[in-house]
């Protein structure tokens, strides 16, 4: 069992506000997710999502492929 703590991290793009998503993917490696949260709440829920099903998501969101959700 591994003890390793996510290290967090922002976009450097996030200048909004505070409207934003922390990301960390240091436990890909290790676990093989990535954990994503939320960049107001950081004692709030985790979620961690499978390395390959975050790399699609994000391949989708770059090519426009998910339509107005």
């Known amino acids: 069992m591994t003890t390793e703590t996510p290290r967090w991290f922002k976009s450097s793009y996030s200048n909004n506000g505070g409207d934003c998503v922390e990301l ?3 436990l890909v490696p290790t676990r ?3 954990s994503v949260r939320d960049s107001k709440v950081s004692s709030g ?3 961690s999502v499978p390395a390959a099903v975050f790399t699609t998501f994000v391949a ?3 090519d426009d492929q ?3 959700i």
Request: net charge positive; hydrophobic share 60%.
């Open 60 to 62: 989708s969101v770059k």
């Open 66 to 68: 998910l339509g107005a």
């Open 32 to 34: 093989g997710v990535v």
């Open 45 to 47: 829920p985790v979620l």
């Open 24 to 26: 960390a993917v240091n």
